[in-house]
């Protein structure tokens, strides 16, 4: 299937262009993190990462846990690996997450996501659904059977890329980060 969705990635020609705003108001911020390694050979390592200024939009706003303060989430780049990924600062202060920087992001297959082209808060209360199939092949609605479609508790995070259509949503599950393929 993972395969197959970057086959379907690399082959689609239509374009799926939304207008983004651009926000590189934080150009220079940089943070240092720890990012743990799935290999318990490497325990952690020592990273600096900055606000990305390849994204047009590289920062949004949005509530992923429901608690009524808002996330803030951007895209950032490592600079001892120079992948990217996604930093979400809690509205509380008490914690960030990393998605990215070189770790498979959400059993996706890629580890990194140069390939954002859009970069947008989803609004809790929509209905979405996979809407790729097994095969690879785009789906609509009436293909998909109602206990697998997903109404958002709070609100979540879109990427896409810009040429081929493929793309996702992030939103969070009981605590989990889960992911929705979208085309």
Not at 71 to 84: G, H
Not at 137 to 159: A, R
């Given at each position: 299937?993972?395969?197959?969705?970057?086959?379907?990635?690399?082959?689609?020609?239509?374009?799926?262009?939304?207008?983004?705003?651009?926000?590189?108001?934080?150009?220079?911020?940089?943070?240092?993190?720890?990012?743990?390694?799935?290999?318990?050979?490497?325990?952690?390592?020592?990273?600096?990462?900055?606000?990305?200024?390849?994204?047009?939009?590289?920062?949004?706003?949005?509530?992923?846990?429901?608690?009524?303060?808002?996330?803030?989430?951007?895209?950032?780049?490592?600079?001892?690996?120079?992948?990217?990924?996604?930093?979400?600062?809690?509205?509380?202060?008490?914690?960030?997450?990393?998605?990215?920087?070189?770790?498979?992001?959400?059993?996706?297959?890629?580890?990194?996501?140069?390939?954002?082209?859009?970069?947008?808060?989803?609004?809790?209360?929509?209905?979405y659904f996979n809407n790729v199939n097994d095969d690879g092949?785009?789906?609509?609605?009436?293909?998909?059977?109602?206990?697998?479609?997903?109404?958002?508790?709070?609100?979540?995070?879109?990427?896409?890329?810009?040429?081929?259509?493929?793309?996702?949503?992030?939103?969070?599950?009981?605590?989990?980060?889960?992911?929705?393929?979208?085309?």
């Open positions: 299937m993972k395969i197959k969705f970057l086959i379907f990635l690399c082959l689609i020609t239509i374009s799926c262009k939304k207008e983004t705003t651009t926000d590189n108001t934080h150009t220079t911020t940089k943070d240092t993190i720890q990012i743990s390694s799935k290999k318990k050979t490497k325990a952690s390592q020592s990273d600096t990462i900055a606000l990305s200024t390849k994204h047009k939009t590289n920062k949004i706003l949005c509530d992923l846990d429901g608690d009524n303060l808002d996330e803030t989430v951007e895209i950032a780049r490592s600079t001892k690996n120079q992948k990217s990924g996604l930093k979400i600062t809690y509205g509380n202060g008490k914690k960030i997450d990393y998605l990215g920087f070189g770790n498979d992001i959400l059993k996706q297959s890629f580890d990194e996501i140069d390939w954002v082209g859009i970069f947008e808060k989803v609004s809790k209360n929509e209905v092949e785009i789906i609509g609605e009436e293909d998909v059977k109602e206990e697998d479609k997903i109404k958002l508790q709070n609100d979540g995070i879109f990427i896409h890329a810009d040429e081929s259509c493929g793309g996702g949503i992030i939103y969070l599950k009981n605590g989990k980060y889960e992911w929705i393929q979208q085309e």
